[in-house]
């Protein structure tokens, strides 16, 4: 199994005061992930009510979450010490 952090630097200031609440801090964890040997993925928001998402595979997780937002500045700190800046 391999973990990640994930920040969104730039997200926070691009969105207007009324939906700031659902974003952290450019240097606050957004949400954390963990892929397992089978390719499932948890992903647990650090944001709001703290929710956790099952996805069947990582490439999923990053077409509505990562590559859907490109101005937000996100990076993935994985475990093993890669670090994605996307």
């Not at 993925?41 to 999923?60: H, N, P």
């Not at 509505?64 to 994605?84: C, F, K, L, N």
């Amino acid at each position: 199994m391999k973990t990640a952090i994930v920040f969104r630097t730039k997200a926070k200031a691009l969105k207007p005061d009324i939906e700031k609440d659902s974003y952290n801090e450019p240097d606050q964890v957004q949400f954390e992930m963990a892929v397992f040997s089978d390719g499932k993925v948890a992903q647990r928001w650090c944001v709001g009510s703290g929710s956790y998402v099952w996805w069947d595979k990582l490439e999923d997780l990053y077409k509505v979450h990562i590559y859907a937002h490109p101005d937000y500045g996100t990076r993935v700190e994985w475990s093993e010490g890669t670090i994605e800046e996307l």
